[in-house]
Protein backbone atom coordinates (compact mmCIF):
# COMPACT_ATOMS: atom_id res chain seq x y z
CA UNK A 1 0.00 0.00 0.00
CA UNK A 2 0.96 3.31 -0.91
CA UNK A 3 0.16 6.51 1.24
CA UNK A 4 -0.91 9.93 -0.38
CA UNK A 5 0.48 12.70 1.47
CA UNK A 6 -1.29 16.15 1.33
CA UNK A 7 0.40 19.21 2.31
CA UNK A 8 0.32 22.49 3.60
CA UNK A 9 -1.40 21.22 6.83
CA UNK A 10 0.35 22.93 9.66
CA UNK A 11 1.79 20.03 11.21
CA UNK A 12 4.28 21.55 13.28
CA UNK A 13 2.83 20.02 16.27
CA UNK A 14 1.93 16.32 15.69
CA UNK A 15 -0.50 14.49 18.21
CA UNK A 16 -0.66 10.94 18.05
CA UNK A 17 -2.72 10.71 21.13
CA UNK A 18 -6.20 8.63 21.02
CA UNK A 19 -9.19 7.36 23.29
CA UNK A 20 -9.77 3.36 23.31
CA UNK A 21 -13.03 1.93 25.65
CA UNK A 22 -12.64 5.08 28.20
CA UNK A 23 -9.10 5.79 28.45
CA UNK A 24 -6.40 7.89 26.69
CA UNK A 25 -3.34 7.02 25.21
CA UNK A 26 -0.48 9.33 24.09
CA UNK A 27 0.44 6.69 20.69
CA UNK A 28 -1.95 4.38 19.06
CA UNK A 29 0.05 1.68 19.71
CA UNK A 30 -0.02 -1.05 22.25
CA UNK A 31 1.47 -4.79 22.41
CA UNK A 32 -0.12 -7.81 21.89
CA UNK A 33 -0.80 -11.12 23.41
CA UNK A 34 2.77 -12.50 22.79
CA UNK A 35 3.16 -16.19 24.02
CA UNK A 36 6.14 -17.57 25.93
CA UNK A 37 8.44 -14.30 25.70
CA UNK A 38 10.99 -15.84 28.26
CA UNK A 39 11.82 -17.89 24.85
CA UNK A 40 13.51 -14.35 24.27
CA UNK A 41 14.73 -12.65 27.69
CA UNK A 42 14.98 -14.55 31.38
CA UNK A 43 12.32 -11.42 31.96
CA UNK A 44 10.25 -11.98 29.26
CA UNK A 45 6.69 -10.92 29.95
CA UNK A 46 7.59 -8.53 33.28
CA UNK A 47 10.39 -6.99 31.17
CA UNK A 48 7.57 -5.87 28.09
CA UNK A 49 4.77 -5.09 30.66
CA UNK A 50 7.07 -3.06 32.59
CA UNK A 51 8.05 -0.95 29.37
CA UNK A 52 4.34 -0.52 28.30
CA UNK A 53 3.48 0.99 31.37
CA UNK A 54 6.67 3.30 31.82
CA UNK A 55 5.49 4.79 28.70
CA UNK A 56 1.45 4.22 29.71
CA UNK A 57 1.25 1.76 26.61
CA UNK A 58 -2.18 -0.60 26.58
CA UNK A 59 -0.24 -4.50 27.54
CA UNK A 60 -2.23 -7.78 26.48
CA UNK A 61 -1.42 -10.40 28.35
CA UNK A 62 -1.24 -13.65 26.98
CA UNK A 63 -2.59 -16.74 28.67
CA UNK A 64 -0.06 -19.18 27.17
CA UNK A 65 2.73 -17.13 29.35
CA UNK A 66 5.73 -18.33 30.57
CA UNK A 67 5.06 -15.38 33.76
CA UNK A 68 2.15 -15.87 35.87
CA UNK A 69 -0.36 -13.49 34.93
CA UNK A 70 -0.10 -11.92 38.89
CA UNK A 71 3.57 -11.54 38.43
CA UNK A 72 3.44 -9.86 35.41
CA UNK A 73 0.57 -7.32 36.09
CA UNK A 74 3.11 -6.71 39.65
CA UNK A 75 5.65 -5.78 37.29
CA UNK A 76 4.18 -3.40 35.04
CA UNK A 77 2.32 -2.03 38.85
CA UNK A 78 5.84 -1.56 39.88
CA UNK A 79 6.45 0.19 36.77
CA UNK A 80 3.78 2.59 37.05
CA UNK A 81 0.68 2.98 39.32
CA UNK A 82 -2.33 2.09 37.67
CA UNK A 83 -0.99 0.88 34.19
CA UNK A 84 -3.09 0.02 31.44
CA UNK A 85 -3.81 -4.09 30.84
CA UNK A 86 -5.87 -6.69 29.55
CA UNK A 87 -5.61 -9.98 29.44
CA UNK A 88 -6.31 -12.54 26.30
CA UNK A 89 -7.96 -16.12 27.10
CA UNK A 90 -8.96 -19.12 25.20
CA UNK A 91 -12.30 -20.37 26.56
CA UNK A 92 -12.32 -23.46 27.85
CA UNK A 93 -14.29 -26.43 27.96
CA UNK A 94 -14.75 -25.89 31.14
CA UNK A 95 -16.14 -22.54 31.70
CA UNK A 96 -15.66 -22.26 35.67
CA UNK A 97 -12.05 -22.94 34.68
CA UNK A 98 -12.50 -19.86 32.12
CA UNK A 99 -14.16 -18.04 34.99
CA UNK A 100 -11.30 -18.62 37.19
CA UNK A 101 -8.64 -17.35 34.80
CA UNK A 102 -10.65 -14.46 34.55
CA UNK A 103 -11.06 -13.53 37.58
CA UNK A 104 -7.46 -13.67 38.24
CA UNK A 105 -6.87 -11.40 35.68
CA UNK A 106 -9.68 -9.10 36.69
CA UNK A 107 -7.91 -9.00 40.57
CA UNK A 108 -4.28 -8.25 38.82
CA UNK A 109 -6.18 -4.91 37.27
CA UNK A 110 -6.67 -6.35 33.40
CA UNK A 111 -9.55 -4.25 32.67
CA UNK A 112 -11.00 -6.15 29.33
CA UNK A 113 -11.24 -10.05 28.33
CA UNK A 114 -9.60 -10.36 25.38
CA UNK A 115 -11.05 -13.82 23.75
CA UNK A 116 -9.03 -15.22 20.50
CA UNK A 117 -11.54 -16.90 18.64
CA UNK A 118 -9.47 -17.85 15.33
CA UNK A 119 -8.35 -21.08 16.54
CA UNK A 120 -10.32 -23.52 17.55
CA UNK A 121 -7.70 -25.96 16.90
CA UNK A 122 -4.18 -25.79 16.07
CA UNK A 123 -3.36 -24.72 12.91
CA UNK A 124 -1.01 -27.07 10.86
CA UNK A 125 2.40 -25.23 12.15
CA UNK A 126 5.08 -27.45 9.61
CA UNK A 127 8.08 -25.35 11.04
CA UNK A 128 7.32 -25.86 14.01
CA UNK A 129 7.39 -29.42 13.46
CA UNK A 130 10.46 -29.23 11.22
CA UNK A 131 11.85 -27.28 14.62
CA UNK A 132 10.39 -29.84 16.73
CA UNK A 133 9.46 -26.65 18.60
CA UNK A 134 8.84 -26.76 22.30
CA UNK A 135 9.57 -25.09 25.81
CA UNK A 136 13.20 -25.24 27.12
CA UNK A 137 13.88 -26.95 30.14
CA UNK A 138 13.06 -24.80 33.05
CA UNK A 139 10.34 -23.06 31.32
CA UNK A 140 6.23 -23.83 31.74
CA UNK A 141 3.00 -22.29 30.80
CA UNK A 142 2.63 -20.48 33.78
CA UNK A 143 -1.04 -19.75 33.88
CA UNK A 144 -2.50 -23.05 32.70
CA UNK A 145 -0.27 -25.73 34.09
CA UNK A 146 -2.38 -28.91 32.16
CA UNK A 147 -1.91 -27.44 29.06
CA UNK A 148 1.73 -26.77 29.06
CA UNK A 149 4.27 -28.14 26.30
CA UNK A 150 6.27 -30.56 27.19
CA UNK A 151 10.12 -29.76 26.72
CA UNK A 152 12.34 -31.80 24.47
CA UNK A 153 9.99 -33.30 22.06
CA UNK A 154 12.15 -35.86 20.29
CA UNK A 155 10.34 -36.21 16.46
CA UNK A 156 8.83 -33.88 14.27
CA UNK A 157 5.12 -36.19 15.31
CA UNK A 158 6.12 -35.36 18.75
CA UNK A 159 6.51 -31.83 18.99
CA UNK A 160 3.16 -31.81 17.21
CA UNK A 161 1.44 -33.80 19.90
CA UNK A 162 3.15 -30.96 22.18
CA UNK A 163 1.68 -28.14 20.84
CA UNK A 164 -1.65 -29.78 20.26
CA UNK A 165 -1.55 -30.51 24.21
CA UNK A 166 -1.59 -26.65 24.93
CA UNK A 167 -5.07 -26.38 23.19
CA UNK A 168 -6.70 -29.80 24.67
CA UNK A 169 -9.03 -27.44 27.28
CA UNK A 170 -10.34 -25.24 24.70
CA UNK A 171 -13.67 -25.15 23.47
CA UNK A 172 -13.69 -25.96 19.50
CA UNK A 173 -17.64 -25.76 19.59
CA UNK A 174 -17.65 -21.85 21.03
CA UNK A 175 -20.57 -20.24 19.16
CA UNK A 176 -21.78 -16.36 19.44
CA UNK A 177 -24.16 -17.09 21.52
CA UNK A 178 -21.52 -17.84 24.25
CA UNK A 179 -19.69 -14.52 24.22
CA UNK A 180 -22.87 -12.74 26.04
CA UNK A 181 -22.17 -15.74 28.85
CA UNK A 182 -18.76 -14.74 29.18
CA UNK A 183 -19.33 -11.72 29.62
CA UNK A 184 -21.84 -12.38 32.22
CA UNK A 185 -19.31 -14.71 33.61
CA UNK A 186 -16.25 -12.31 33.45
CA UNK A 187 -17.87 -8.71 34.60
CA UNK A 188 -15.21 -7.98 31.79
CA UNK A 189 -15.64 -5.89 28.42
CA UNK A 190 -14.98 -8.37 25.75
CA UNK A 191 -12.77 -7.97 22.85
CA UNK A 192 -13.28 -10.40 20.06
CA UNK A 193 -9.86 -11.25 18.73
CA UNK A 194 -9.70 -12.84 15.13
CA UNK A 195 -12.12 -11.31 13.16
CA UNK A 196 -11.73 -10.65 9.43
CA UNK A 197 -14.89 -10.98 7.96
CA UNK A 198 -17.54 -8.19 7.19
CA UNK A 199 -20.36 -10.91 7.81
CA UNK A 200 -18.49 -11.56 11.28
CA UNK A 201 -17.59 -7.99 12.08
CA UNK A 202 -21.24 -7.05 11.78
CA UNK A 203 -22.29 -9.68 14.39
CA UNK A 204 -19.84 -9.19 16.77
CA UNK A 205 -21.48 -5.16 17.11
CA UNK A 206 -25.16 -7.17 17.38
CA UNK A 207 -23.48 -9.46 20.37
CA UNK A 208 -23.98 -8.51 23.76
CA UNK A 209 -20.78 -7.79 25.66
CA UNK A 210 -18.41 -6.80 22.73
CA UNK A 211 -16.74 -3.81 23.55
CA UNK A 212 -14.25 -4.08 20.47
CA UNK A 213 -13.19 -6.39 17.35
CA UNK A 214 -9.87 -7.33 16.52
CA UNK A 215 -8.62 -7.92 13.51
CA UNK A 216 -5.80 -10.40 13.05
CA UNK A 217 -5.33 -13.89 11.76
CA UNK A 218 -2.94 -15.07 14.49
CA UNK A 219 0.10 -13.92 12.59
CA UNK A 220 -0.75 -16.41 9.67
CA UNK A 221 -0.02 -19.50 11.77
CA UNK A 222 -3.66 -20.42 11.45
CA UNK A 223 -4.99 -20.88 8.23
CA UNK A 224 -2.22 -20.11 5.94
CA UNK A 225 -4.93 -18.89 2.80
CA UNK A 226 -6.96 -16.28 4.83
CA UNK A 227 -6.41 -12.63 3.78
CA UNK A 228 -3.49 -10.62 5.45
CA UNK A 229 -4.79 -8.16 7.84
CA UNK A 230 -4.38 -5.11 5.62
CA UNK A 231 -6.67 -6.95 3.33
CA UNK A 232 -9.64 -7.89 5.84
CA UNK A 233 -9.17 -4.39 7.57
CA UNK A 234 -11.32 -2.32 5.12
CA UNK A 235 -14.15 -5.40 5.04
CA UNK A 236 -14.20 -5.47 9.03
CA UNK A 237 -14.23 -1.66 9.79
CA UNK A 238 -17.34 -1.98 6.65
CA UNK A 239 -19.21 -4.07 8.54
CA UNK A 240 -18.60 -2.35 11.78
CA UNK A 241 -19.99 0.74 11.01
CA UNK A 242 -18.64 2.60 13.27
CA UNK A 243 -20.51 0.86 16.07
CA UNK A 244 -17.27 -0.16 18.11
CA UNK A 245 -13.75 0.21 17.68
CA UNK A 246 -11.68 -2.20 15.47
CA UNK A 247 -8.26 -2.90 16.76
CA UNK A 248 -5.15 -4.04 14.20
CA UNK A 249 -1.96 -6.45 14.60
CA UNK A 250 -0.16 -8.41 11.84
CA UNK A 251 2.46 -7.73 9.82
CA UNK A 252 3.43 -3.85 11.61
CA UNK A 253 6.73 -3.14 11.39
CA UNK A 254 7.20 0.57 11.06
CA UNK A 255 5.29 3.90 11.67
CA UNK A 256 4.09 4.12 8.15
CA UNK A 257 2.12 0.36 9.10
CA UNK A 258 0.96 1.82 11.98
CA UNK A 259 -0.26 4.88 9.83
CA UNK A 260 -1.70 2.89 7.45
CA UNK A 261 -4.03 1.27 9.43
CA UNK A 262 -4.84 3.91 11.35
CA UNK A 263 -5.94 5.62 7.42
CA UNK A 264 -7.61 2.22 6.76
CA UNK A 265 -10.09 2.59 9.69
CA UNK A 266 -8.24 0.96 12.60
CA UNK A 267 -8.48 2.57 15.91
CA UNK A 268 -5.68 0.98 17.49
CA UNK A 269 -2.49 -0.31 16.34
CA UNK A 270 -0.71 -3.78 18.60
CA UNK A 271 2.43 -5.38 17.89
CA UNK A 272 3.45 -8.91 18.48
CA UNK A 273 6.96 -9.73 16.67
CA UNK A 274 9.05 -7.04 17.37
CA UNK A 275 8.49 -7.52 20.92
CA UNK A 276 9.88 -10.89 20.86
CA UNK A 277 12.92 -9.40 18.29
CA UNK A 278 13.08 -6.32 21.20
CA UNK A 279 13.13 -8.47 24.21
CA UNK A 280 15.98 -11.05 22.23
CA UNK A 281 17.83 -8.16 21.03
CA UNK A 282 19.02 -6.50 24.39
CA UNK A 283 21.00 -7.77 27.19
CA UNK A 284 18.08 -5.69 29.29
CA UNK A 285 14.52 -6.77 28.31
CA UNK A 286 12.83 -3.71 29.59
CA UNK A 287 15.06 -1.43 27.50
CA UNK A 288 14.76 -3.38 24.45
CA UNK A 289 11.20 -3.15 24.11
CA UNK A 290 10.86 0.55 25.17
CA UNK A 291 13.33 1.57 22.39
CA UNK A 292 10.93 -0.64 20.05
CA UNK A 293 7.44 1.71 21.21
CA UNK A 294 9.59 5.12 20.92
CA UNK A 295 11.13 3.89 17.32
CA UNK A 296 7.29 3.23 16.25
CA UNK A 297 6.08 6.99 18.15
CA UNK A 298 8.74 8.85 16.69
CA UNK A 299 8.02 6.90 12.71
CA UNK A 300 4.34 7.58 13.53
CA UNK A 301 4.72 10.89 14.23
CA UNK A 302 6.75 11.61 11.62
CA UNK A 303 5.04 10.05 8.94
CA UNK A 304 1.74 11.75 10.41
CA UNK A 305 3.58 15.29 9.31
CA UNK A 306 4.68 14.05 6.18
CA UNK A 307 1.46 12.96 5.64
CA UNK A 308 -0.44 16.40 6.32
CA UNK A 309 -2.44 14.55 10.04
CA UNK A 310 -1.58 16.33 12.79
CA UNK A 311 -3.93 14.47 14.57
CA UNK A 312 -4.91 10.23 14.06
CA UNK A 313 -8.47 12.03 13.55
CA UNK A 314 -7.30 13.45 10.09
CA UNK A 315 -6.14 10.22 8.84
CA UNK A 316 -8.57 9.62 6.86
CA UNK A 317 -9.28 6.28 3.41
CA UNK A 318 -8.39 8.44 0.79
CA UNK A 319 -4.60 8.76 2.35
CA UNK A 320 -4.10 4.66 1.71
CA UNK A 321 -3.81 3.23 -1.94
CA UNK A 322 -4.05 -0.77 -1.42
CA UNK A 323 -2.56 -2.85 -4.55
CA UNK A 324 -5.03 -2.86 -7.01
CA UNK A 325 -6.89 0.14 -6.47
CA UNK A 326 -6.94 3.24 -8.76
CA UNK A 327 -5.40 6.48 -7.26
CA UNK A 328 -7.93 7.70 -4.88
CA UNK A 329 -9.87 10.91 -6.03
CA UNK A 330 -9.07 13.16 -3.33
CA UNK A 331 -12.00 15.30 -1.70
CA UNK A 332 -11.22 19.11 -1.21
CA UNK A 333 -12.18 18.89 2.25
CA UNK A 334 -9.91 20.74 4.59
Known amino acids: AVVWPRVLRAVGEVDAGTELLGR ?7 VAPVAMQRLAHPDGERAAAAACAR ?4 YVLAQQS ?3 LEDTAAAAEAAASGAPRWFQAYVFRDRDATAALAARAKAAGCTALVVTVDAPVLGRRERDQRNRFALRKGLKLANVGSTAAQPGAASAAGAQSA ?5 GGRDANLVWEAVPELFDLTGLPVVLKGVVSHDDARRACETRGVAAVWVSNHGG ?3 DVSPSTFEALPEVVAGVGGRLP ?8 RGTDVLKALALGAAFVFVGRP ?3 ALGASDDGEAGVDRMLAMLENELKSAMALAGARTVADLARHHVQLPGERPPRLA ?3
Open 24 to 30: RYACPVG
Open 332 to 334: ARL
Open 163 to 167: LAKRI
Open 66 to 68: TTR
Open 275 to 277: VVY
Open 246 to 253: VLFDGGVR
Open 55 to 58: RGAL
Open 221 to 223: RQL
